[in-house]
């Protein structure tokens, strides 16, 4: 071989070599990490002040709704704008069922009492809201989030029968798996409650170093919820993350969801 021919070689391996290690240091889209912003429960604060804040940033967030809620019966045209500019209108029950045999679980009134469910009537009750909610915003994928993280109706996990109505379920168990790993029926997340963005920011870089993804799991903010962060530190972390835009990928569930599955797919 060749003076010429071997340069070319180097160069040709020397090329591939580094774009695998883009590869794989960029997983995300071409990013480090993946963030995703979800807001549950429904609350005027997330149409009043959330969602300008994620729009004077340009980001998208996921919106969990209770399809009974009444700030979803008395705003239906504030939360069909918003799903028109590009945020996602997830599903969190019809009723909010929980679990009300579980500690803590005093909040739980019988008529929401998961455990008093049987499975046809959650997958039931979860198809009603899918219903309004397509009315709202037309569209056929989205996402589901666990009312308090209960994945069971006695032994029974009644996503099971859910699998084909969503692309992805969030559960509320934290932790950073790596994009191979992520369990699309039960998605990690990290639930906020009078956190400061800088711990935030620590569960954002502890992410990014294993190659991982957040889900930022938020109630209110600024208040209506006893689950809360303040505005304050919610607008420094959309700070932090428009700075970081280059190496974070910050877009609702349904679309990180759709790219893991696909990227699980084509590893197998």
């Known amino acids: 071989m060749n003076l010429p021919k071997i340069i070319l070689l180097y160069i040709t391996l020397l090329g591939s070599s580094l774009g695998y290690a883009q590869s794989t240091?960029?997983?995300?889209?071409?990013?480090?990490?993946?963030?995703?912003?979800?807001?549950?429960?429904?609350?005027?604060?997330?149409?009043?002040?959330?969602?300008p804040a994620l729009d004077s940033f340009r980001f998208k967030g996921t919106f969990y709704l209770i399809a009974a809620s009444p700030v979803v019966a008395d705003r239906m045209d504030d939360?069909?704008?918003?799903?028109?500019?590009?945020?996602?209108?997830?599903?969190?029950?019809?009723?909010?069922?929980?679990?009300?045999?579980?500690p803590g679980r005093g909040f739980v009134t019988p008529e929401t009492d998961l455990s008093r469910y049987s499975v046809a009537r959650a997958v039931n009750e979860i198809r009603i809201a899918n219903t309004l909610l397509k009315?709202?915003?037309?569209?056929?994928?989205?996402?589901?989030?666990?009312?308090?993280?209960?994945?069971?109706?006695?032994?029974?996990?009644?996503?099971?029968?859910?699998?084909?109505?969503?692309?992805?379920?969030?559960?509320?168990t934290s932790g950073y798996p790596s994009l191979n790993a992520i369990d699309l029926t039960d998605v990690t997340a990290f639930s906020q409650h009078q956190t400061t963005a800088a711990q935030m920011i620590a569960q954002i870089e502890a992410a990014e170093k294993v190659g991982s993804l957040v889900v930022f799991l938020f109630h209110g903010v600024g208040g209506e919820h006893s689950l809360n962060v303040s505005r304050e530190e919610h607008r420094k972390l959309l700070v932090y993350l428009k700075k970081r835009e280059n190496d974070l990928w910050v877009a609702p569930m349904v679309e990180v969801a759709k790219y893991i599955k696909a990227q699980q797919g084509a590893s197998h």
């Not at 807001?39 to 149409?47: G, R, T």
């Not at 799903?83 to 579980?102: I, K, R, V, W, Y």
């Open 25 to 51: 240091s960029r997983p995300w889209n071409g990013k480090k990490c993946a963030v995703v912003l979800t807001y549950d429960d429904a609350l005027n604060i997330h149409l009043d002040q959330v969602i």
């Open 135 to 172: 009315a709202l915003d037309g569209k056929e994928e989205r996402t589901f989030a666990y009312p308090c993280g209960d994945l069971t109706i006695g032994e029974t996990r009644f996503y099971d029968s859910l699998k084909d109505d969503f692309v992805a379920a969030r559960g509320v």
């Open 79 to 102: 939360w069909r704008a918003a799903a028109n500019e590009g945020h996602e209108l997830g599903n969190h029950s019809l009723n909010h069922p929980c679990d009300g045999t579980l």
